[in-house]
């Protein structure tokens, strides 16, 4: 994992398998999953766990992943995770601006911040060229079956979770709706 790769398939396929097992059992009628599928091999396995109803794709452009993974920090006093990244670029092709200020550490954290191990600019380029590899194949099979919501996140939390909600509120259940929102 430090080097930007990927767990094997069956160890993430047998943690799913059982989680899935047990929200069942226990009642729950949905659930999310983050970073999961990435494989065409890992949306097959999941196909025979459970049905999908909607992906969604939160896309950023490459410059400014780069940008917001190296300005990733970690407070080594209490592990509360900060990003130094200013993010105020102009849009591509006549876009809206992208901003997204710092999430700065409070006093008490300032000195204490460390870096990731796995945020160097060589690492973060092996996972986007990872991704451009092997997920791009399960971004495709899912527009393919209408599934696949993209999102692009033009800001901040507070700019772009109101408008996150707007877009997948069409594809969730009315009871949903105020777990959604809360």
Known sequence: MNEGKL???EVVLELLAKRLQAGSAAGESGFILDGFPRTRSQVEALDRITDIELVL???LREDILIMKCMGRRICSGCGTNFNIANIDVEGEDGGPRIFMPPLLPPPACANKLTTRADDTEEVVRARLNLYAEECKPVEDYYRAQGK???FDVMGGI???WPKLLDAVKPY???ES???ATA
């Open 148 to 150: 696949l919501l993209d």
């Open 177 to 179: 709706m105020s777990v």
């Open 172 to 174: 969730l259940p009315e």
């Open 57 to 59: 794709n939160l896309r």
């Open 158 to 160: 507070p700019e772009t």
């Open 7 to 9: 767990l094997p398939d």
